[in-house]
């Protein structure tokens, strides 16, 4: 199989567009968002395309100018705030940077690589931003517009800078025995900060088995949508079983009773959340009023309301276990916590994510309704 890593990327955040997106080549407009990224790193390019004097600010500005879109944006004023913001991107970039100091191996190399053995092999491909060559090694750099800056500790877990460095050590086999002095980064550019870290032998071994482990359920026909955020930028909404609902003319069933029950349910779960909040705030001026009175039962007209007291209690996990354990009992109160082990999750290695996550079995299948307030 060939699977690049932005195809393997939109795997990761929802199988489903992976197929309509991959398998079923079902073409989508590029989204102002993807048309703005796309503009940056052209600019980037440029800026860095190595000649005998580096661009100016001002020629920098120009050149993102000249291939700027206006016609994707939904309104005038969304244009030349994104248009600004570009502007911006590019006069920080040159506070903090001069390009006539980085010593540019490649821009925008692309590449492919093998994984896997024997009849498993597999092809990955993809474009890395920017290679540079530093004092003691190297520095792999991918630019980013995106809003939200990540956590150190996710840079120095991201697959996409693992598989980079894969790409640029089948370009360079010999830097593997330098592999400490190879940097890789992701620059922020709209927060204009670089966030670096490097890859052990180990960590690359990791990430090649994560792409061989989608891979399989890719060819297991696994395509179950994910919602996230990135679903509000999503071109295929009307195809998904979980939006396309929302166009009015693509439903089948669309009657005047079906749409009452729709709005009933909505205005029932939104009453029940307010009175949840009322009742809290009546149950906590009543027990104020309680202390002060001295009292543990009050009465109304309509009934008597007391107060009681309920207690609970958390166990020291290792006295239990050094008593439990003597007994062979250990292992019938072991119990792992969801809750917790999702608290922990995106401090986590990818791996381990990954082996936490095949560690996962239904238990119950349940079917429930939730609202979300316009």
Same mark, same amino acid.
């Given at each position: 199989?060939?699977?690049?890593?932005?195809?393997?990327?939109?795997?990761?955040?929802? *199988?489903?567009?992976?197929?309509?997106? =991959?398998?079923?080549?079902?073409?989508?407009?590029?989204?102002?968002?993807?048309?703005?990224?796309?503009?940056?790193?052209?600019?980037?390019?440029?800026?860095?395309?190595?000649?005998?004097?580096?661009?100016?600010?001002?020629?920098?500005?120009?050149? /993102?100018?000249?291939?700027?879109? *206006?016609?994707?944006?939904?309104? *005038?004023?969304? %244009?030349?705030?994104?248009?600004?913001?570009?502007?911006?991107?590019?006069?920080?970039?040159?506070?903090?940077? $001069?390009?006539? $100091?980085? $010593?540019?191996? &490649?821009?925008?190399?692309?590449?492919?690589?093998?994984?896997?053995?024997?009849?498993?092999?597999?092809?990955?491909?993809?474009?890395?931003?920017?290679?540079?060559?530093?004092?003691?090694? !190297?520095?792999?750099?991918? !630019?980013?517009?995106?809003?939200?800056?990540?956590?150190?500790?996710?840079?120095?877990?991201? #697959?996409?800078?693992?598989?980079?460095?894969?790409? /640029?050590?089948?370009?360079?086999?010999?830097?593997?025995?330098?592999?400490?002095?190879?940097?890789?980064?992701?620059?922020?550019?709209?927060?204009?900060?670089?966030?670096?870290?490097?890859?052990?032998?180990?960590?690359?071994?990791?990430?090649?088995?994560?792409?061989? &482990?989608?891979?399989?359920?890719?060819?297991?026909?696994?395509? %179950? *949508?994910?919602?996230? @955020?990135?679903?509000?930028?999503?071109?295929?909404?009307?195809?998904?079983?979980?939006?396309?609902?929302? /166009?009015?003319?693509?439903?089948?069933?669309?009657?005047?009773?079906?749409?009452?029950?729709?709005?009933? !349910?909505?205005?029932?779960?939104?009453?029940?959340?307010?009175?949840?909040?009322?009742?809290?705030?009546?149950?906590?001026?009543?027990?104020?009023?309680? &202390?002060? %009175?001295?009292? %543990?039962?009050? /009465?109304?007209? =309509?009934?008597?309301?007391?107060?009681?007291?309920?207690?609970?209690?958390?166990?020291?996990?290792?006295?239990?276990?050094?008593? #439990?354990? @003597?007994?062979?009992?250990?292992?019938?109160?072991?119990?792992? +916590?969801?809750?917790?082990?999702?608290?922990?999750? +995106?401090?986590? @290695?990818?791996? &381990?994510?990954? =082996?936490?996550?095949?560690?996962?079995?239904?238990?119950?299948?349940?079917?429930?309704?939730?609202?979300?307030?316009?």
């Amino acid at each position: 199989m060939r699977i690049s890593y932005s195809a393997f990327d939109t795997y990761q955040s929802c *199988p489903l567009k992976y197929k309509f997106q =991959e398998i079923d080549k079902i073409k989508t407009p590029k989204s102002k968002e993807a048309v703005f990224g796309t503009t940056v790193h052209e600019t980037m390019k440029f800026i860095h395309t190595p000649g005998i004097l580096s661009p100016t600010l001002d020629q920098a500005m120009e050149h /993102f100018s000249n291939a700027w879109n *206006p016609a994707v944006f939904d309104s *005038p004023d969304e %244009e030349r705030a994104a248009f600004s913001q570009g502007i911006r991107i590019i006069q920080d970039y040159y506070k903090k940077n $001069n390009p006539a $100091n980085f $010593n540019i191996v &490649d821009l925008e190399t692309r590449f492919q690589i093998e994984i896997g053995d024997g009849d498993d092999k597999h092809i990955i491909s993809g474009i890395i931003d920017r290679i540079d060559k530093t004092e003691d090694g !190297y520095e792999i750099i991918d !630019y980013k517009t995106t809003k939200k800056m990540p956590s150190q500790e996710k840079v120095d877990n991201d #697959l996409q800078l693992s598989v980079y460095l894969k790409a /640029f050590l089948s370009r360079y086999p010999k830097e593997i025995e330098n592999i400490d002095k190879l940097k890789v980064s992701l620059y922020y550019l709209k927060h204009g900060v670089k966030l670096s870290a490097t890859r052990t032998i180990d960590q690359l071994k990791k990430s090649e088995q994560l792409f061989l &482990d989608t891979i399989k359920l890719i060819e297991e026909k696994k395509f %179950e *949508p994910l919602i996230s @955020p990135l679903c509000d930028w999503c071109g295929y909404q009307n195809l998904c079983p979980m939006w396309k609902h929302k /166009f009015k003319g693509l439903r089948k069933i669309d009657t005047e009773e079906i749409n009452k029950d729709i709005q009933e !349910y909505i205005e029932l779960k939104s009453a029940m959340t307010i009175t949840k909040d009322r009742l809290a705030k009546l149950q906590e001026d009543i027990i104020n009023y309680m &202390d002060q %009175e001295g009292v %543990e039962r009050v /009465f109304g007209g =309509e009934g008597v309301i007391a107060r009681t007291l309920r207690r609970t209690y958390k166990y020291d996990e290792k006295k239990i276990k050094d008593i #439990l354990e @003597p007994l062979d009992k250990w292992e019938d109160v072991l119990k792992v +916590d969801g809750i917790a082990l999702k608290n922990i999750m +995106d401090a986590l @290695p990818l791996a &381990d994510r990954k =082996e936490i996550e095949k560690a996962r079995v239904v238990d119950k299948e349940t079917k429930s309704l939730s609202v979300k307030k316009k």
